[in-house]
């Protein structure tokens, strides 16, 4: 019986340490909890999977989001045959943007302006569509219109956009003004990195490297589900200041 035990305990011991190691990967937290779940074994990945696994749980609402999200796309996609509004082709596109579907958004701001040139989130939707496929030159006019009618457009991440289009499309006068008064006014991960990047480009590796500092260093300040968010931009700053490093 006591054998038994001890048999059922080790296989729990190593599903805990699965589940943890697995979760580390994916998630990429401080580097000293892998050694936590190796090295104190089941202990220690049941200390990690409280601490981090649990609170992740947290932004598992996003993924549950997707379901009535997918859900909505179907109805909507069955609603424009009978139905081909600019109203039903924006609302389509943003759902599309937001399962980064960036092509079928793309497509769908088309027709939203093909019918109607009067909205702004419409040509500023789509610019962000044309950003995700790398097409800069096609988002600068969009990204443009959005940002002459409110430079603040969408808590000021068009105006960083903008400044990164103008950067990929060689507009580097511009994208230089442009940035500057985007990191004066945003604190916003995506526009310090696209910053530290453009940085980069121009020769000026010490600047980038602060840029990308930058981002680090707003984590430790950051409510733990908001670090969480962030992980991505995270991996990115560290793997650009490695780079700088060479």
Not at 40 to 49: F, R
């Amino acid at each position: 019986m006591v054998s038994l035990f001890f048999f059922f305990a080790s296989w729990w011991g190593i599903i805990l340490q699965a589940i943890a190691i697995v979760h580390f990967i994916r998630r990429r937290p401080d580097t000293y909890w892998i050694f936590v779940i190796l090295f104190l074994g089941w202990i220690g990945a049941l200390v990690y999977i409280v601490a981090e696994v649990v609170p992740d749980a947290g932004l598992l609402r996003s993924s549950f989001q997707a379901f009535p999200r997918r859900r909505r796309i179907h109805e909507l996609e069955r609603a424009i045959i009978d139905n081909p509004s600019a109203g039903n082709f924006e609302e389509l596109g943003l759902l599309y943007l937001d399962d980064h579907k960036f092509a079928r958004a793309r497509a769908c701001y088309d027709k939203a302006i093909a019918s109607r040139t009067d909205s702004i989130d419409a040509f500023y939707r789509r610019g962000v569509a044309e950003s995700e496929l790398g097409d800069f030159a096609a988002a600068v006019p969009d990204l443009e219109r959005a940002v002459k009618a409110d430079p603040n457009y969408d808590f000021h991440r068009a105006v960083g956009l903008l400044a990164h289009a103008y950067a990929e499309t060689g507009n580097t006068e511009k994208a230089a003004a442009l940035f500057q008064q985007a990191t004066k006014i945003s604190t916003s991960s995506e526009t310090y990195y696209n910053y530290a990047l453009f940085l980069l480009t121009q020769g000026r590796k010490d600047e980038a490297r602060q840029w990308a500092q930058k981002i680090l260093d707003k984590g430790p300040t950051m409510p733990s589900y908001q670090r969480r968010r962030e992980r991505s931009w995270f991996r990115k700053a560290y793997a650009l200041l490695a780079r700088l490093a060479i």
